[in-house]
């Protein structure tokens, strides 16, 4: 079974300070996906990352995919309230060849105090 | 443009009940599909489809069905609810399968009892 390990779970902090979080796999994935979801909403795309060792940034967020495609991080710098939520990384894996439907991890849910 | 509109927002249903969970798309995506969120499962896909006609299973399809008549329209089935199905369901429609980014409804809150 494919399987896209995020960490951590859980991160609480204070507004100004700076934060990654992981999304880490064994498989080789074609592109990975990060998504944000609000309560009581659906998850939003941030960002696509296609190309091992590519470097995407979007405002005060960067995402990196990994050389060998299996693994992300996203950092935020100087973190703010609007940044709470909770962050999906979902990616398409090559199983056997072909490609096998997108799959999430299972969230980092952020808390960013004032 | 209204994107992906799931209704209802919430239900509560007894064990046995059937019910079906409406999900509409006006992007004319080829790609549907379903999720449910559970916590500390994440999102695990029911079912999904690459355009009208075709439907196929995905991580967790067992109590669950599906039709695509048309591009717009991808129905979720409960034919006998169990308190199991409780969860957040989410639709999702993109363009093209497999890696094109997902366009997601704000969710159906179901509950089981």
């Known amino acids: 079974t494919q399987l896209l390990e995020q960490s951590p779970q859980f991160l609480s902090i204070q507004e100004g300070e700076n934060l990654t979080v992981y999304c880490n796999s064994s498989?080789?994935?074609?592109?990975l996906q990060w998504y944000r979801q609000e309560p009581g909403e659906g998850p939003v795309l941030l960002v696509t990352?296609?190309?091992?060792?590519e470097v995407k940034k979007l405002k005060r967020l960067t995402f990196q995919f990994g050389d060998a495609r299996k693994d992300s991080s996203l950092h935020i710098t100087a973190a703010q309230p609007g940044d709470t939520g909770l962050y999906l990384c979902?990616?398409?894996?090559?199983?056997?060849?072909?490609?096998?439907?997108?799959?999430f991890g299972k969230g980092t849910k952020l808390s960013v105090k004032p | 443009n209204a994107g992906v509109t799931q209704t209802p927002k919430f239900q509560v249903l007894k064990t046995g009940q059937s019910m079906t969970l409406q999900c509409a798309q006006d992007?004319?995506?080829?790609?549907m599909s379903w999720y449910r969120q559970d916590p500390g499962m994440g999102l695990r896909l029911i079912h999904y489809s690459v355009g009208a006609g075709i439907t196929d299973q995905g991580e967790v399809p067992n109590g669950y069905n599906v039709s695509r008549s048309t591009t717009e329209d991808f129905p979720l089935r409960l034919l006998s609810a169990a308190p199991s199905q409780t969860s957040v369901y989410f639709c999702?429609?993109?363009?093209?399968?497999?890696?094109?980014?997902?366009?997601f409804g704000n969710g159906t809150r179901l509950t089981v009892t």
């Open positions: 990352v296609v190309t091992g060792g």
């Open positions: 992007m004319n995506h080829e790609y």
């Open positions: 999702a429609s993109s363009r093209g399968a497999h890696n094109s980014p997902l366009h």
């Open positions: 498989s080789v994935f074609s592109s």
């Open positions: 979902a990616g398409v894996a090559y199983y056997g060849g072909s490609q096998g439907n997108l799959i």
